[in-house]
């Protein structure tokens, strides 16, 4: 359902103590690396090395959810667990949260180092974000036939509301 390259894009910031190292995974730009400067401390440098971990512990347990729920929308299809009870209520709350703590890494950079070329990179994932986000949302309250039908549409499964299959949770869907 969803790309690995959307998920390796949500960690595509690498911070190695006392560079600042931007990479985008998905273009495969080569790494910028920047020597500190004067304004960049040692307290500077500890907060975002913390701001980071905090970020990509967040992504881990938004990765671990996100498994657990397609293993459960996998059972579903297979008709081993109820569709009414599998939902992305939690994949959503744990996304919300990384968007958050991303959104305070890049001001946190920005504050302390004037990054413009890292903004593209913040830009991609937040579109990535959203991306998933459009899945996420329409699923957090179950997969019932009408939310299975707009991520269908969503997905470009089926194009309209017609379609005998419509919000039948197949093969086809699942691997979308």
Same mark, same amino acid.
């Given at each position: 359902?969803?790309?690995?390259?959307?998920?390796?894009?949500?960690?595509?910031?690498?911070?190695?103590?006392?560079?600042?190292?931007?990479?985008?995974?998905?273009?495969?730009?080569?790494?910028?690396?920047?020597?500190?400067?004067?304004?960049?401390?040692?307290?500077?440098?500890?907060?975002?090395?913390?701001?980071?971990?905090?970020?990509?512990?967040t992504n881990d347990e938004f990765k671990k959810l996100l498994d657990g729920f397609m293993k459960e929308v996998v059972?579903?299809?297979?008709?081993?667990?109820?569709?009414?009870?599998?939902?992305?209520?939690?994949?959503?709350?744990?996304?919300?949260?990384?968007? /958050?703590?991303?959104? =305070?890494?890049? %001001? !946190? &950079? @920005?504050? /302390?180092?004037?990054? =413009?070329?890292? %903004? !593209? &990179? @913040?830009?991609d994932i937040n579109q990535n974000i959203q991306n998933i986000r459009q899945i996420t949302e329409k699923l957090k309250d179950g997969l019932g036939k009408e939310a299975i039908g707009e991520v269908q549409i969503y997905l470009?499964?089926?194009?309209?509301?017609?379609?005998?299959?419509?919000?039948?949770?197949?093969?086809?869907?699942?691997?979308?």
């Amino acid at each position: 359902m969803w790309k690995s390259s959307d998920i390796k894009l949500l960690l595509s910031l690498l911070l190695i103590p006392g560079l600042l190292v931007g990479c985008s995974l998905e273009t495969g730009n080569s790494l910028a690396i920047q020597e500190p400067t004067e304004s960049f401390s040692n307290l500077d440098s500890q907060n975002l090395e913390e701001s980071f971990d905090d970020v990509q512990k967040t992504n881990d347990e938004f990765k671990k959810l996100l498994d657990g729920f397609m293993k459960e929308v996998v059972a579903a299809k297979d008709g081993l667990k109820k569709r009414e009870l599998v939902n992305s209520f939690e994949v959503n709350q744990k996304l919300t949260e990384l968007e /958050t703590k991303l959104r =305070e890494y890049r %001001e !946190q &950079i @920005f504050k /302390t180092r004037n990054e =413009e070329n890292l %903004e !593209q &990179i @913040f830009n991609d994932i937040n579109q990535n974000i959203q991306n998933i986000r459009q899945i996420t949302e329409k699923l957090k309250d179950g997969l019932g036939k009408e939310a299975i039908g707009e991520v269908q549409i969503y997905l470009g499964v089926f194009s309209n509301w017609e379609v005998s299959s419509f919000g039948l949770l197949g093969p086809t869907t699942v691997e979308k």
